[in-house]
């Protein structure tokens, strides 16, 4: 038997179970348990019918999106990751635009006073077409700048990068070679 297989059997025997606890518990406490014993065997039958509208809903969908990964396989492209690894070219660590980006990220600087948070609030408020910064918010954003020159030279390297991973996957996309 299949793990879902026995799952649910196992799920039908829990629901029986509980159904002869709760009537064990009743007689011992001499609690007359008949008038809601009707509604404890819907509840029961309800949470079955769901369960196999959800198994069958679940086939429903699994039939045609495993047809459709077949085709893509049988096409030649990667339908795991795993395939995928083995698909695209390996990309040198320093050649590889992506990962370059990511360590252009990972060197940017806050200000190491409560001003820091000063540069958040110019990046949500800046000035309506046509107008300027105002002089403090200009000295702040060019400090801010200084600060992550490292950052912004790795991530204008990072630009001119031609091999990652993203790349190759848009030009596949795109029947690029």
């Known amino acids: ?4 297989t026995e799952y649910v059997i ?10 002869f606890r709760l009537a064990r518990i ?7 348990i008949r008038p809601i014993m009707p509604f404890i065997r819907i509840a029961i039958v309800l949470i079955a019918i769901v369960f196999i509208g959800f198994c069958g809903w679940w ?3 699994w039939i045609p999106n495993y047809r459709l990964i077949r085709a893509i396989r049988d096409a030649g492209y990667p339908t ?4 995928t690894d083995r698909w695209y070219p390996s990309v040198p660590a320093e050649k590889n635009a992506a990962l370059v980006m990511t360590q252009a990220f990972a060197l940017m600087q806050k200000f190491p006073y409560e001003r820091s948070n000063d540069n958040y609030r ?5 000035p309506a077409r046509g107008e300027r910064f105002t002089e403090p918010e200009q000295k702040l954003i060019e400090e801010y700048l200084a600060l992550n020159s490292t950052a912004l030279a790795k991530a204008r390297a990072a630009l001119k990068l031609t091999n990652s991973h993203s790349r190759l ?4 996309m795109l029947g690029r070679s």
């Open 59 to 61: 086939i429903h969908l």
């Open 122 to 126: 110019v990046a949500w408020m800046t």
């Open 26 to 32: 009743a007689l011992r406490a001499k609690i007359n």
């Open 10 to 19: 196992r799920f039908f025997k829990q629901a029986a179970i509980a159904s």
């Open 169 to 172: 996957i848009s030009h596949a």
């Open 1 to 4: 038997m299949s793990g879902k």
């Open 80 to 83: 795991s990751t795993a395939e």
